[in-house]
């Protein structure tokens, strides 16, 4: 049975950095699709960013591009979502997720596999 297990998250300041990593257990990570999801308080649950099986492909929504950078290594089993210039918009439960399709995929509905979720606070 696969497992996703997050860390990292935390309360930061405005314009601090984070990394989250997400460990994956039970399952070969080097074949999948990852991606990060974040959901805030009243919100529906959004895809961050997404990463396809090789790292060559990735997906970003646009209020991350240029600060958020996803990254895996498939060796160690880990995915990561490197946070930069974080802000108080960007506090939410980041979870990772990981989907059975070959490519990229946009809907949490497309991810088969799910961690419990990290906090992330951004305070201004």
């Known amino acids: 049975q696969v497992q996703l297990i997050e860390s990292g998250g935390g309360l930061v300041q405005a314009g601090d950095s984070l990394r989250l990593s997400c460990a994956v257990s039970?399952?070969?990570?080097?074949?999948?699709?990852m991606g990060w999801f974040r959901q805030a308080p009243g919100k529906e649950r959004e895809l961050v960013t997404a990463?396809?099986?090789?790292?060559?492909?990735?997906f970003y929504i646009d209020s991350v591009k240029g600060r958020f950078t996803i990254s895996r290594d498939n060796a160690k089993s880990t995915v990561y979502l490197q946070m930069n210039n974080l802000k108080p918009a960007d506090t939410a439960v980041y979870y990772c997720?990981?989907?059975?399709?070959?490519?990229?995929?946009?809907?949490?509905?497309?991810?088969?596999?799910w961690g419990q979720g990290t906090q992330v606070t951004v305070s201004s």
């Open positions: 997720a990981q989907s059975n399709r070959a490519t990229i995929a946009t809907s949490p509905s497309q991810y088969d596999s």
């Open positions: 039970g399952r070969t990570l080097s074949w999948y699709v």
């Open positions: 990463i396809d099986w090789s790292g060559a492909s990735t």
